[in-house]
């Protein structure tokens, strides 16, 4: 017998093959559906000027709910990263003797932490930088019921949560101390988690965690593993993770008694994920950014229920409707737009750029690449083109280049590009038109527009629209007398900055002299 859960159908037949069960086996999945999660994404920049915004709702819940007398908590555990303790205050000399949870002989010697991001193997016990097995510390807690009472169909975005702990993923080891540190300034009995901090302290979040004395655990993917706690009220990702299994499954930790719990993804929408640190072959970096696409295009998405898109993500069929309680459902998706000039356009440029003179193609419609400036053969570029089509077309030139991945990302749906680079990334960098692209630049221009819903990112992008910012671009096509024209009468004039005067002290006239001459006036002071 095979035990796992949020298996997607890839992991499942891995599983069958890799234990080389017969056929016959019999696969016994649950419904992927938890009716009691309440999931909403929000655009922010995760980082520590953005704490106040994005953890004053949080902060505000716990401190009504308690008379607080305005006393920082204790975290359990000061970690003061490299180079960097000065930033971080001790918050031990703040916290009072009845705030103390724990005793002066279990107080941890402060270690450091190096800030390096958490990576995949902290999943896995048995790894170097893994310090927990997985449900060590559920020894002496009585385990609970994995079973979910089924949430009322009344239950609205609007109900209110009941009382209990939270749980706050952050994608590096340095982050989970600042904010945490951040959180216990702010009145919140928090402490900090992540696998390389000793295992005596993370045996104490866990025991603390379990008995309720913590409202929040600040931590990396390393917590988790093993825990059985039904009343999770809050999931909170701050920062996106590495694909939409782990997201879920974190995700789940919260309402496994069946109370509505939300989960929460706190996501810059204006920046490019990353892949975590990692030794991998080409093949799983091939898998790791899809895996990582996928869960960014989950953040992105303003018109599908995103509980239809993570059971739909592990094979499952969620039905016409949606869960009505997402952000998504409740805010309704925005309106659509017809994006057909606009690709029109970018699909022409990118023909242009490889040279793929196909029958019915007419380049001057678009007043865009030149005879000159064809390359036959090569290939694409997504950020050559964008600025071409910004530098030559005026009506184009306040569009961002965010509002352009946006329309990569709608085509690249709808099958009329593809990447073509040998390792996909995240955002398309090598765009080709397909066969059904090319029949679509060959369509007449009185049929049916390209109606889509405009992403996150992309009504961001139309909401601050921004000009030629980067050096880069501010270079390319500067010999054009006429984009030159445009480019100085949009410039703002520069407040001249008064410099200070450099009057050299008088009957000194070498470097030596002076010097002497400053050293014996402060001899003087003395």
């Given at each position: 017998m095979a035990l796992t859960a949020t298996a997607t159908l890839p992991v499942r037949e891995d599983i069958l093959k890799s234990l080389k069960m017969s056929g016959h086996t019999v696969v016994v999945l649950t419904s992927f559906f938890r009716q009691n999660l309440r999931f909403n994404v929000k655009h922010s920049k995760t980082s520590a000027s953005s704490y106040g915004k994005d953890f004053q709702e949080l902060i505000g819940t716990y401190n009504a709910s308690r008379n607080f007398r305005?006393?920082?908590?204790?975290?359990?555990?000061?970690?003061?990263?490299?180079?960097e303790s000065s930033s971080y205050e001790s918050l031990d000399d703040s916290a009072s003797d009845d705030e103390d949870a724990i005793s002066d002989k279990t107080k941890l010697a402060k270690s450091f932490v190096k800030e390096n991001a958490e990576h995949e193997l902290d999943q896995y016990p048995g790894v170097d930088d893994f310090d927990v097995s997985c449900g060590e510390f559920l020894e002496s807690s009585r385990p609970e019921s994995?079973?979910?009472?089924?949430?009322?169909?009344?239950?609205?975005?609007?109900?209110?949560?009941?009382?209990?702990?939270?749980?706050v993923y952050v994608p590096t080891r340095k982050g989970t101390v600042e904010l945490a540190n951040y959180l216990c300034k702010s009145g919140l009995k928090a402490a900090a988690y992540n696998a390389k901090m000793p295992r005596s302290h993370l045996r104490q979040v866990h025991e603390q965690f379990h008995s309720n004395a913590l409202e929040v655990v600040v931590a990396t993917i390393a917590f988790g593993m093993g825990i059985d706690k039904s009343n999770v009220r809050r999931i909170i990702h701050y920062g996106?993770?590495?694909?939409?299994?782990?997201?879920?499954?974190?995700?789940?930790?919260?309402?496994?008694?069946?109370?509505?719990?939300?989960?929460?993804?706190?996501?810059?929408?204006?920046?490019?994920?990353?892949?975590?640190?990692?030794?991998?072959?080409?093949?799983?970096?091939?898998a790791a950014y899809r895996m990582l696409r996928d869960c960014f295009h989950y953040a992105l998405n303003t018109s599908t229920c995103r509980a239809k898109i993570l059971v739909k993500y592990f094979g499952e069929e969620f039905g016409p409707d949606g869960c009505k309680m997402c952000d998504v459902c409740i805010n309704g998706p925005p309106e659509m737009h017809d994006f057909k000039e606009e690709a029109v356009v970018f699909m022409n440029v990118l023909q242009a750029q490889a040279g793929q003179a196909t029958e019915g193609m007419d380049y001057n419609s678009t007043d865009c690449y030149t005879s000159g400036r064809r390359n036959i053969g090569a290939v694409p570029d997504f950020r050559m083109a964008v600025s071409y089509i910004r530098e030559k077309i005026p009506r184009f030139a306040m569009t961002d280049k965010i509002?352009?991945?946006?329309?990569a990302r709608i085509l690249e749906d709808v099958g009329y590009i593809q990447e073509a680079a040998e390792i996909p990334r995240v955002l398309i960098q090598h765009p080709e038109l397909t066969r059904a692209g090319l029949n679509f630049l060959s369509s007449q221009p009185d049929e049916e527009g390209l109606y889509a819903y405009p992403d996150a990112a992309t009504l961001l992008a139309i909401s601050n629209p921004k000009s030629f910012s980067s050096s880069s671009e501010w270079g390319r096509g500067w010999a054009d007398p006429e984009i030159r024209r445009q480019r100085l009468a949009?410039?703002?004039?520069?407040?001249?900055?008064?410099?200070?005067?450099?009057?050299?002290?008088?009957?000194?006239t070498t470097a030596k002299e002076r010097l002497s001459a400053i050293l014996s006036k402060s001899k003087r002071r003395k």
């Open positions: 305005g006393k920082s908590q204790k975290i359990l555990h000061e970690v003061e990263p490299e180079s994995f079973a979910f009472p089924v949430q009322s169909a009344e239950t609205s975005s609007s109900e209110s949560l009941d009382q209990g702990p939270t749980i996106l993770p590495q694909s939409l299994e782990a997201y879920y499954q974190e995700a789940g930790r919260a309402g496994r008694d069946g109370k509505l719990s939300d989960c929460t993804l706190y996501c810059n929408f204006m920046r490019t994920p990353t892949l975590l640190p990692n030794k991998r072959s080409d093949e799983q970096t091939r509002w352009w991945q946006g329309l949009g410039k703002t004039g520069r407040r001249k900055r008064k410099r200070g005067s450099r009057k050299q002290p008088a009957g000194f």
